[in-house]
């Protein structure tokens, strides 16, 4: 064998060897682009959302917060014809919310004893009709989401709604303002309660403003449905565009805005957790009845990221059982 054949065969390898690492290089990225682009799952975690579009610090909220419209550069929070009704009742109560106080309630977390400590009034309250989901599919059951109805038949403070539970698509809570001249409302039981706390707050300095409270089912499905036309304009199929929608506004019906029981305060930013708000309601919310309804390291079992903005009415035992026991609502509640 001449040295010249042997350099040119080696040659010849070489181009071989460079082409196959360029090809497989290629694929790579190419391989790389799509995983960027496609979601893998139904639900999201604050790590594939990081994969899909860059929310920056808005993403764990704009991930799981139905109101807020993120389109790569624009927030959108509470769109204006949310919260206007004029129909609605503006006024309260007052009595609804004495079952949340009842001096009986358990102090330590027993979900059976807790449920089933359900009066009758409280029962029937708030839901205005039948269960809107039944036996029926739910209508994004061909992406995969398969919620149960939420149970209606417990006290009203202890609804447990998330992305399992769903409520029923007409339930409409009567409303009022959280706090007087804010414009934003509530769950009417729950208002007065805002108000005390955010009262007591006033008194040490400290200032709740509520930013984000209750929102209606029909808002958020269509805020949903927009979502999942978008992505199916870029090509995306409608099974793919509604879990990518889920990713970034909550499916109608799961949310704790829908049922009017959750307060979003002050900003909607992590950041929220370095304030003196935050700092005052971690010591007294459980006094008012409220929760921080999702906490750090509970996401496996809330599947939703730390919100420290999200306070969730529960009445005063529960909330104080909760926080005692570092229990998420799902815990406490037995329904994990
Ligand atoms: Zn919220």
């Known amino acids: 064998m001449s040295m010249k054949k042997k350099k040119g065969r080696s040659t010849g390898v070489l181009i071989v060897l460079v ?6 290089i290629g694929l790579l990225v190419i391989r790389g682009h799509k995983q960027k682009d496609v979601p893998k799952s139904g639900f999201a975690t604050s790590e594939t959302i990081s994969q899909t579009e860059p929310l920056g610090k808005f993403a764990d909220f704009s991930m799981n ?42 102090t ?12 009758a009034a409280a029962a029937t ?9 039944g036996s029926a599919e739910y209508a994004y059951a061909y992406a995969g989401f398969d919620p149960k109805p939420a149970n209606t038949n417990v006290d009203w403070n202890l609804l447990l709604v998330n992305r399992n539970y769903i409520l029923p698509e007409n339930y409409a809570p009567d409303l009022s303002e959280a706090v007087k001249g804010s414009g934003v409302r509530m769950d009417s039981r729950v208002s007065p309660h805002y108000q005390a706390m955010y009262d007591a707050a006033k008194k040490d300095g400290i200032t709740l403003t509520p930013l984000s409270g209750h929102r209606r089912i029909s808002t958020q499905k269509t805020n949903f449905e927009n979502k999942i036309n ?20 909550l499916p109608p019906g799961t949310s704790e805005h829908n049922a009017g029981l959750a307060m979003d305060i002050i900003s909607l930013d992590v950041d929220f957790e370095e304030t003196a708000a935050f700092r005052w309601l971690q010591e007294h919310a459980q006094d ?18 730390y919100e420290p903005w999200h306070w969730r009415y529960v009445g005063v035992p529960a909330a104080k059982a909760i926080k005692q026991s570092g229990q998420t609502l799902e815990e406490y509640l037995g329904a994990v």
């Not at 927030?75 to 309260?92: F, H, K, N, Q, Y």
């Not at 978008?230 to 506004?249: D, H």
């Not at 008012?288 to 990221?305: A, D, M, Q, V, W």
């Open 19 to 24: 082409t196959v690492a360029v090809v497989v």
């Open 108 to 119: 330590t977390a027993d979900p059976t004893a807790t449920v089933t400590k359900t009066t």
């Open 230 to 249: 978008k992505y199916v304009n870029q090509g995306y199929s409608r099974p793919e565009a509604t879990r990518m929608a889920a990713k970034i506004i």
């Open 65 to 106: 917060e139905a109101q807020i419209v993120y389109d790569g550069s624009t927030i959108t929070e509470r769109p204006t014809t949310e919260e206007v009704d004029p129909a609605l009742p503006a006024s309260t109560t007052p009595g609804q919310s004495d079952t949340t106080t009842a001096p009986t309630a358990p």
């Open 288 to 305: 008012y009845g409220f929760i921080l309804r999702y906490p750090k390291n509970k996401e496996s079992i809330t599947e939703i990221t």
């Open 125 to 133: 309250t708030a839901v205005s009709t039948t269960a809107g989901n």
